[in-house]
């Protein structure tokens, strides 16, 4: 089973600010490494998937980097409602995981 | 619009049986795979099941497996999750999904409660 761990658990940042969101696997998943952002009482909303592309909708400040066991997601500059759960997701072996998510929250 | 909408959940006791469903429109179903996630709750998401197109391969979780059984009905565009011998840890929110590559939808979940 492949474990993703998340770091930081929490990040405090301020509007405008830019953050850097790190996802580590227990072994290599290639690329197919994907991202969410979940905001309390909704669905998961796909961000990136594949590593680096972004979802349809998803705003350019939102990018994806990284390839075999480490990723990061990075907003370049935070808006008022980027602030929420992220969670990585490797599908690309089974089982599926996800990672156990960074709250990004306002300082 | 693509839709999946989830039912069935509710409050059931250690040891006892519940059958989700989830019903899709807006796309072709037949011609998707399907996932269960579920989130306990405060925590983060954990997936439970999967399904390929025309029902040939299923995966589970760990924690599930042995207990939960995933199937489909492409004629009703549902997807169902039969779950047995349940456990206090098994309460969550249980999604319904689709996820490849960028096709992703998610219903709105359904809560399911096991307690005494």
């Known amino acids: 089973e492949i474990v993703l761990t998340q770091s930081p658990a929490t990040l405090s940042l301020s509007p405008g600010e830019r953050a850097t969101l790190s996802c580590r696997a227990s072994q290599s998943v290639d690329n197919y490494l994907a991202w969410y952002q979940q905001k309390p009482g909704q669905a998961p909303r796909l961000l990136i998937y594949d590593a680096s592309n972004r979802a349809t909708g998803i705003p350019a400040r939102f990018s994806g980097s990284g390839s075999g066991t480490d990723f990061t997601l990075t907003i370049s500059s935070l808006e008022p409602e980027d602030f929420a759960v992220y969670y990585c997701q490797q599908r690309g072996y089974w089982p599926l995981s996800f990672g156990g998510g960074t709250k990004l929250e306002i300082k | 619009e693509v839709q999946l909408v989830e039912s069935g959940g509710g409050l059931v006791q250690p040891g006892g049986s519940l059958r989700l469903s989830c019903v899709a429109s807006?796309?072709?179903?037949?011609?998707?795979?399907m996932n269960w996630v579920r989130q306990a709750p405060g925590k983060g998401l954990e997936w439970v099941s999967y399904?390929?197109?025309?029902?040939?391969?299923?995966y589970y979780a760990d924690s599930v497996k042995g207990r939960f059984t995933i199937s489909r009905d492409d004629a009703k565009n549902s997807l169902f999750l039969q779950m047995s011998s349940l456990r206090a840890d098994d309460t969550a929110v249980y999604f319904c999904a689709s996820f490849f590559e960028s096709f992703d939808y998610w219903g709105q979940g359904t809560l399911v409660t096991v307690s005494s």
């Open positions: 399904i390929s197109t025309r029902s040939s391969d299923t």
């Open positions: 807006g796309f072709t179903f037949r011609k998707y795979s």
